[in-house]
C-alpha cells in the first residue's frame, strides 16, 4: 500500500475508533486479543494492519449484540438475587431477577404486618376467608331431559374416577381439579368473544367464570404440596385436560344451560369426594400433616392449621362454584341471557 493509504488508514481508524470500541480503550482490547491474534503478527509489518487487527474482534462484539460490552457491564451489575420458593415464593436464594430494559419491575409486596409477600401466583387483596356455613346438601333435582342428561353424564365420570383412584384422596383431589379448573375459564372465554362481536356488557359473569377457574386452579396448586403425582397420572390429566376441554367448549357453543347445569353437578360429586377424604382423615387412615403454607396465606388461616382445614375450606369453595353453575343454568332455562342478570362477583 501506498503512504498516502496507510495515512488514509490509519485517520479513519482513529476517528471512527471510539464509536467501534464502545467504552473499552485500546490498549485494553490490545491485552485482550494479543495472545489470540497478535502473536502471529511478523517483525515489519505495517502498524495500520496490527491497528486493524485490534480492533476487528471488538467491532464484531460492538455490532453483534444489542448493547455495547460497557452496557452490558452495568446491567450485570444490576442484577439481584431474590429467587421464587415453592409455588411462586421467595425462598430459593439462587434464582435472578434482572432489571428489564422496558422497566416493567415486579412491585414489592408486604403483608399487613409488614413483612414481605413471598407468593407471586396471588396477592395479599386476592386471598379471603372461606365461608364454611354454607349448605352443603343443596341439590338440584334433575327434571327436564337436558337436566337428566347433565346429571346421568357426571354420575359415568364417577365411576372410573372411583375404580382408578380408589382410597387415594389426595391423587383424587389433583385430578378433579385439573378437570374442575377448565369449565370457568372455558366460559370466560366465550363470553368474552360474545361480548367483543356484539358490543355489549357482559353483566360481571366473564370475571365471575374466570375468578371460578382460578380458584380452582389455587386448589391444584394447594394439593400439589400434599401428593405427588406419578407419572402416569400426570399423563392421565393430559388425555382427560385435552378431551374434556374440547368437549366442554362445544357444549358450551351448542347449550350453555346444559354446560353450566352439567359443572353444578360435578361440583355436587366435588363436595361428595371431598366429605369422603374429611372421613378418612377423622379416621386416621391418612395422616392430618400441616397445611401447606400457599393455603394458610390463600385463605386466611391459622399458622397452626391442619390438611383437614384445608379440605373444608376446599369443600366450602366447590359448594359456592356449585351454587353459581347452577344459577347461571337456571336464567338460560328462563330465556334470558347471562348479561340480564347481575353476576355473583366475589361469591366465595
Not at 31 to 55: D, E, N, Q, Y
Not at 208 to 227: D, G, I, K, Q, S
Request: glycine residues 8%.
Amino acid at each position: 500500500m501506498t503512504r498516502g493509504g496507510t495515512k488514509l488508514a490509519n485517520s479513519m481508524l482513529a476517528l471512527a475508533g471510539h464509536r467501534l470500541l464502545s467504552t473499552i480503550s485500546n490498549a485494553a482490547a490490545s491485552k485482550k486479543v494479543v495472545s489470540g491474534i497478535l502473536v502471529g503478527r511478523t517483525v515489519g509489518s505495517p502498524a495500520w494492519s496490527t491497528t486493524f487487527l485490534v480492533r476487528g474482534p471488538i467491532f464484531g462484539v460492538r455490532n453483534g449484540g444489542t448493547m455495547a460490552l460497557g452496557e452490558k457491564e452495568g446491567e450485570e451489575k444490576k442484577v439481584s438475587t431474590t429467587g421464587t420458593g415453592t409455588g411462586g415464593g421467595s425462598d430459593n436464594k439462587d434464582e435472578k431477577t434482572v432489571a428489564s430494559y422496558w422497566g416493567v419491575e415486579a412491585p414489592k409486596v408486604t403483608k399487613e404486618d409488614g413483612t414481605e409477600w413471598k407468593w407471586t401466583c396471588f396477592r395479599p387483596w386476592e386471598t379471603y376467608q372461606a365461608d364454611l356455613s354454607i349448605d352443603l346438601k343443596k341439590h338440584h333435582a334433575p327434571v327436564t331431559f337436558m337436566d337428566k342428561m347433565a346429571y346421568w353424564t357426571v354420575k359415568s365420570l364417577r365411576w372410573p374416577t372411583d375404580l382408578f383412584f380408589q382410597r387415594r384422596y389426595g391423587c383424587r383431589a389433583m385430578m378433579l381439579e385439573t378437570v374442575a379448573a377448565v369449565p370457568g375459564m372455558v366460559g370466560g372465554m366465550l363470553l368474552h368473544c360474545k361480548s367483543l362481536r356484539r358490543f355489549e356488557h357482559s353483566g360481571g359473569w366473564i370475571k365471575t367464570l374466570l375468578e371460578e377457574a382460578e380458584n380452582e386452579r389455587m386448589h391444584l396448586m394447594t394439593f400439589m404440596e400434599v401428593a405427588k403425582p406419578r407419572w402416569y397420572e400426570r399423563a392421565l390429566v393430559m388425555t382427560v385436560q385435552g378431551v374434556f376441554f374440547n368437549a366442554y367448549f362445544l357444549g358450551y357453543l351448542i347449550s350453555p344451560k346444559f354446560a353450566h347445569r352439567m359443572v353444578g353437578y360435578l361440583e355436587e360429586e366435588a363436595i361428595h369426594s371431598y366429605t369422603e377424604f374429611l372421613k378418612e382423615l377423622d379416621k386416621g387412615n391418612i395422616e392430618n400433616v400441616p397445611a401447606p403454607a400457599i393455603a394458610i396465606d390463600y385463605w386466611r388461616m391459622p399458622p397452626n392449621s391442619t390438611l383437614k382445614d384445608v379440605v373444608m375450606v376446599v369443600r366450602a369453595d366447590e359448594a359456592h362454584h356449585r351454587d353459581v353453575n347452577h344459577f347461571a343454568s337456571d336464567i338460560h332455562y328462563q330465556g334470558r341471557q347471562l348479561r340480564e342478570a347481575p353476576a355473583p362477583l366475589g361469591y366465595h
